[in-house]
């Protein structure tokens, strides 16, 4: 069903920010496999999220629904994972179908894996192969893509490996593969991404050592063979659905937008560092911290934005923020470029081609390149009036409704389901900072 944004004179108020999806996958998955019952609050419950407990549960893991973000999980211990009963259905998470492929492989259980159309179209073979390394084994078709079988395996080699990608699924993967080998597994990498996998299994008593090297890898070792013990933890608030609310507030003519409870974490802070270089205001003031995050809370205010090329180090810490980043492009007066970012193309949906088909059909000069793009900005609201494509992907339909509440006319999306997979309650946190969103 299509969904119209509106624009609107001005956006204020204040919003909690949403427990952060990448921790909460993290925090059903490591409570699952621990010894005794955590108590988990905040978690995000989003399809993402839901359908990773949905497979812990499925696994063996007891995990209870509190309500208001509290789940109870205890996890099966030195019992191990079971095989489950039926197929695992990761809907449209990468991160869930990936982080749960590693956690699954070093049991010796049979799991069959499915997912959404775009899933199903992402590539599989960066866990594969590693994971084949380490002795597990996959059916599958020959494209590497799910659905697969996996046949874990209780021997698993340790491996010593260096992605090929920037992936912190990957990294992740490996990681929780090697906590069931037999010895140690380290993954290197170039340019560093997302640690929340280290730093929440410290948080649960594993012993992991990371090494920043020369100032250009980073090394992780896990010794295999390490139990984790269940922990009381509170789930921080999401930066990269904050990066919506913030956008929100600086391309606003008046009015501005405060984000409580978000996490500070400097593999996560691309877009913001990325928005203040071209002239973004936005103000943190520190909270404290959650499950060993600082947490911050962000003040935005409608900002004059400058075009930038956005420094390629800065990737893998926005790198779900590119489509939210083109539309500050689009509103920002001069150039903006991306590039190093071709990992784009292999998420919910090519979001190089989406982005670049966004700005188009709203009146917005842009040119594609195979790892990134470049936006000739308005230099103020750009035209708007187009329906945007969202192929399915979340942040394509999100990035366009906030296009809409400051461009010159509205702006509409063919779908807007999806935005349950990681922000369920966006419409309604839209709707109170004075958004004009509507079905049609
Ligand atoms: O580990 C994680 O939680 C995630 C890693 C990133 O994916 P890649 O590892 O494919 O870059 C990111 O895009 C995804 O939203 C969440
Ligand atoms: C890429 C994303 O998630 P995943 O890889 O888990 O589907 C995202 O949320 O933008």
């Given at each position: 069903?299509?969904?119209?944004s509106f624009p609107v004179s001005k956006l204020q108020g204040a919003i909690r920010a949403p427990g952060d999806k990448?921790?909460?996958?993290?925090?059903?998955?490591?409570?699952?496999?621990?010894?005794?019952?955590?108590?988990?609050?905040?978690?995000?419950?989003?399809?993402?999220?839901?359908?990773?407990?949905?497979?812990?549960?499925?696994?063996?893991?007891?995990?209870?629904?509190?309500?208001?973000?509290?789940?109870?999980?205890?996890?099966?211990?030195?019992?191990?994972?079971?095989?489950?009963?039926?197929?695992?259905?990761?809907?449209?998470?990468?991160?869930?179908?990936?982080?749960?492929?590693?956690?699954?492989?070093?049991?010796?259980?049979?799991?069959?894996?499915?997912?959404?159309?775009?899933?199903?179209?992402?590539?599989?073979?960066?866990?594969?192969?590693?994971?084949?390394?380490?002795?597990?084994?996959?059916?599958?078709?020959?494209?590497?893509?799910?659905?697969?079988?996996?046949?874990?395996?209780?021997?698993?080699?340790?491996?010593?490996?260096?992605?090929?990608?920037?992936?912190?699924?990957?990294?992740?993967?490996?990681?929780?593969a090697g906590l069931n080998a037999q010895g140690t597994t380290r993954v290197t990498e170039h340019r560093p991404t997302?640690?929340?996998?280290?730093?929440?299994?410290?948080?649960?008593?594993?012993?992991?050592?990371?090494?920043?090297?020369?100032?250009?890898?980073?090394?992780?070792?896990?010794?295999?063979?390490?139990?984790?013990?269940?922990?009381?933890?509170?789930?921080?608030?999401?930066?990269?659905?904050?990066?919506?609310?913030?956008?929100?507030?600086?391309?606003?003519?008046?009015?501005?937008?405060?984000?409580?409870?978000?996490?500070?974490?400097?593999?996560?802070?691309?877009?913001?560092?990325?928005?203040?270089?071209?002239?973004?205001?936005?103000?943190?003031?520190?909270?404290?911290?959650?499950?060993?995050?600082?947490?911050?809370?962000?003040?935005?205010?409608?900002?004059?934005?400058?075009?930038?090329?956005?420094?390629?180090?800065?990737?893998?810490?926005?790198?779900?923020?590119?489509?939210?980043?083109?539309?500050?492009?689009?509103?920002?007066?001069?150039?903006?470029?991306?590039?190093?970012?071709?990992?784009?193309?292999?998420?919910?949906?090519?979001?190089?081609?989406?982005?670049?088909?966004?700005?188009?059909?709203?009146?917005?000069?842009?040119?594609?390149?195979?790892?990134?793009?470049?936006?000739?900005?308005?230099?103020?609201?750009?035209?708007?009036g187009g329906l945007v494509e969202t192929h399915h992907d979340h942040r394509i339909a999100m990035s366009a409704l906030?296009?809409?509440?400051?461009?010159?006319?509205?702006?509409?999306?063919?779908?807007?389901?999806?935005?349950?997979?990681?922000?369920?309650?966006?419409?309604?946190?839209?709707?109170?900072?004075?958004?004009?969103?509507?079905?049609?």
């Amino acid at each position: 069903m299509a969904w119209t944004s509106f624009p609107v004179s001005k956006l204020q108020g204040a919003i909690r920010a949403p427990g952060d999806k990448s921790c909460s996958h993290r925090a059903l998955m490591f409570a699952g496999i621990a010894e005794g019952t955590s108590d988990i609050s905040g978690l995000l419950e989003g399809e993402d999220v839901i359908n990773t407990a949905k497979a812990m549960a499925a696994l063996g893991a007891e995990t209870e629904q509190k309500g208001g973000g509290r789940w109870t999980v205890k996890g099966v211990g030195k019992a191990g994972l079971t095989s489950p009963a039926s197929a695992l259905d990761f809907g449209n998470s990468g991160t869930g179908s990936r982080l749960m492929l590693g956690l699954m492989a070093g049991y010796p259980l049979e799991a069959r894996l499915v997912g959404d159309a775009s899933l199903s179209r992402r590539p599989m073979n960066r866990v594969i192969k590693p994971l084949e390394q380490m002795g597990a084994r996959f059916d599958h078709d020959g494209r590497g893509m799910l659905p697969l079988t996996l046949h874990g395996s209780a021997s698993l080699n340790p491996i010593d490996y260096v992605p090929e990608h920037a992936s912190a699924q990957v990294k992740s993967c490996v990681l929780l593969a090697g906590l069931n080998a037999q010895g140690t597994t380290r993954v290197t990498e170039h340019r560093p991404t997302r640690d929340h996998t280290e730093k929440m299994l410290r948080g649960f008593g594993v012993d992991l050592d990371v090494v920043n090297a020369d100032g250009t890898r980073s090394v992780v070792s896990i010794e295999g063979g390490q139990t984790l013990q269940a922990v009381d933890t509170q789930i921080p608030g999401d930066p990269s659905s904050a990066a919506f609310l913030i956008a929100a507030g600086l391309i606003s003519p008046a009015g501005g937008v405060m984000v409580e409870g978000v996490m500070s974490n400097e593999t996560r802070d691309g877009f913001f560092r990325a928005a203040a270089m071209m002239g973004a205001d936005i103000g943190a003031e520190e909270l404290g911290d959650a499950a060993g995050e600082r947490l911050i809370d962000m003040q935005a205010v409608g900002s004059g934005l400058k075009g930038r090329a956005i420094p390629t180090d800065l990737v893998p810490a926005m790198i779900d923020e590119f489509p939210i980043l083109a539309v500050l492009a689009a509103f920002a007066e001069g150039e903006t470029r991306v590039s190093g970012a071709h990992e784009l193309r292999v998420k919910e949906s090519d979001r190089i081609a989406a982005v670049v088909a966004m700005l188009r059909v709203n009146g917005v000069e842009v040119e594609e390149h195979e790892d990134g793009f470049t936006v000739q900005g308005c230099g103020g609201p750009p035209p708007g009036g187009g329906l945007v494509e969202t192929h399915h992907d979340h942040r394509i339909a999100m990035s366009a409704l906030i296009m809409g509440t400051a461009s010159q006319k509205p702006v509409s999306i063919d779908d807007a389901a999806m935005i349950a997979t990681s922000y369920p309650d966006f419409m309604a946190h839209m709707a109170s900072l004075g958004a004009d969103i509507r079905n049609a």
